[in-house]
């Protein structure tokens, strides 16, 4: 199945997306799953620069949704705690954006990070979502 076809299946799944409303018999399954992967845009505008010593590897970060953002109605915020340290590509924040806005639980964690001239090439992203099964 290929990505869209993927999103498009969960999108039509809100009961999946929001972990079972319903009890169930069966013990319900939480895992992560990650969607994509993406650099993190801003990194150089915002407070990436000022908290570069403090990202590791593997750090769990929160995404924000901005329906309000001037720039894209779109925006994705990625946090590292209080520090907004860029945002989710526009090019490649409508799936996760839709996911958000339909309260599926997503979070970033950080894939990569490099000392480079390039700010898009500083730090690499995984977006994760919330998945619930019935095992």
């Not at 769990?60 to 945002?87: M, Q, V």
Request: hydrophobic share 40%.
């Amino acid at each position: 199945m290929d990505r869209r076809g993927f999103l498009s299946t969960l999108l039509a799944t809100p009961l999946l997306l929001r972990g079972g409303e319903r009890k169930a018999s069966a013990q319900v399954q939480q895992r992560w799953l990650v969607l994509q992967e993406s650099p993190v845009a801003g990194f150089q505008f915002h407070e990436g620069e000022r908290v570069w010593h403090q990202l590791q590897v593997g750090e769990l970060l929160e995404l924000r949704r901005e329906p309000d953002n001037r720039f894209d109605e779109l925006a994705i915020a990625i946090h590292f705690g209080p520090h907004r340290i860029g945002y989710v590509p526009r090019s490649e924040n409508e799936a996760a954006a839709c996911l958000l806005d339909q309260g599926a639980v997503m979070q970033a964690r950080i894939a990569e990070l490099r000392r480079s001239s390039n700010p898009w090439r500083r730090v690499q992203v995984e977006l994760l979502l919330l998945a619930s099964t019935r095992g």
